[in-house]
């Protein structure tokens, strides 16, 4: 059985950091592309981040890009999104996600597996 566990969100002023962590356990690793999703209040979940199993494929949305790095350390089956610079619109439950599948247009791909997502509160 597949279990994607996140931690590490919390609430942060703006301009700070959080690094939030997915362990995964049940599945190939190594051969998984993880990601991250969030959903903020009232609206629905988007894409923010993927890496594929190597960790040579990186993919971000505009808004995160240069503030957010995802990362993962495959010996662990751990996946990480540190993210700097936040800003209140970064407001939102985060889930991790993995699934075995194609690198291409990864965001509109469907993933298998989700965690049960941590909440990242930004004041302003």
């Known amino acids: 059985q597949v279990h994607l566990v996140e931690s590490g969100g919390g609430l942060v002023q703006a301009g700070g950091s959080l690094r939030l962590s997915c362990a995964a356990s049940g599945l190939p690793f190594d051969t998984v592309v993880m990601a991250w999703f969030r959903q903020a209040p009232g609206k629905e979940r988007v894409f923010v981040a993927a890496?594929?199993?190597?960790?040579?494929?990186?993919d971000y949305i505009d808004s995160v890009k240069g503030r957010f790095t995802i990362s993962r350390d495959n010996d662990k089956n751990t996946v990480y999104l540190q993210m700097n610079s936040l800003k209140s619109e970064d407001t939102a439950v985060y889930y991790c996600a993995g699934a075995r599948i194609s690198w291409i247009g990864i965001r509109n791909r469907k993933f298998d597996y989700w965690g049960q997502g941590t909440q990242v509160t930004v004041s302003s």
């Open positions: 890496m594929d199993g190597s960790g040579v494929g990186r």
